[in-house]
């Protein structure tokens, strides 16, 4: 019944290791996105697909590879873990490029 | 720029009374402007949007208004409940990027 699901829902880590997060979306849209939230609540993107196109990739550092292996799933992986990548990570999709985004319940990401 | 002001940063209503958020945006181009709710632990929700051409939107105790001219949309909530306490998102489309750029939320507290 999940829209847009994501797992895991937290993730403890240790600095230094590589990590992923899994979405998918049972919308039938093409577009999907992740954003981060940083413990002041801002969000902000980080990339979009369309159609497992990249069409938008913020000044992210390259330790962050996104992945979409079909139009439903967009995974991001993370190397080498830094303290300041503890987030909450939110998966998106839409129907329209920017356009009434639905959000996953989130991963809270700890890096110890 | 891509910027996105919303104020204020925190809000304490008592029930019953009325509510009102506002926002800013740079980019005289955007065209779409979302707002989005956002409960403890949960991803954000789509609560209500409107678009350039509209200078007003209401859904029950929801409204949007929008001026164009002076680059700046308002959440009015009337009739307040507790159910209503969540963090609150504007968003503008950015049109260029064909992106949501966030505002910087807005804490809503309803006493009861």
């Known amino acids: 019944d999940t829209a847009v699901s994501q797992t895991p829902k937290y993730l403890v880590t240790q600095m230094g290791n590589d990590k992923s997060i899994k979405c998918e979306q049972n919308?039938?849209?093409?577009?999907m996105y992740w954003y981060k939230q940083d413990s002041k609540k801002f969000l902000k993107i980080m990339f979009s697909?369309?159609?497992?196109?990249?069409?938008i990739n913020e000044t992210v550092p390259n330790r962050f590879s996104p992945k979409s292996p079909d139009k439903a799933h967009l995974n991001l992986h993370i190397n080498s873990l830094e303290l300041g990548d503890s987030a909450v990570y939110f998966c998106?999709?839409?129907?329209?490029?920017?356009?009434?985004?639905?959000f996953g319940s989130g991963t809270q990401l700890s890096v110890l | 720029g891509e910027n996105v002001e919303q104020h204020p940063s925190t809000l304490s209503v008592q029930e019953g009374d009325s509510a009102v958020i506002k926002c800013t945006y740079s980019?005289?181009?955007?065209?779409?402007f979302p707002w989005y709710k956002q409960e403890l632990g949960k991803g954000p929700q789509l609560i209500i949007d409107?678009?350039?051409?509209?200078g007003e939107k209401k859904d029950q105790r929801i409204a949007v208004t929008l001026n164009k001219t002076a680059k700046h949309f308002s959440l009015h909530i009337t009739e307040t409940q507790p159910e209503d306490s969540a963090v609150y998102f504007c968003?503008?489309?950015?049109?260029?990027?064909?992106?949501?750029?966030f505002g910087q939320g807005t804490r809503l507290t309803i006493n009861p």
């Open positions: 697909y369309n159609n497992k196109e990249l069409i």
């Open positions: 409107i678009r350039s051409n509209v």
């Open positions: 998106a999709s839409s129907p329209i490029q920017g356009h009434k985004l639905f």
């Open positions: 968003a503008a489309e950015y049109q260029g990027a064909q992106k949501l750029v």
């Open positions: 980019d005289s181009a955007s065209n779409y």
């Open positions: 919308l039938g849209h093409d577009t």
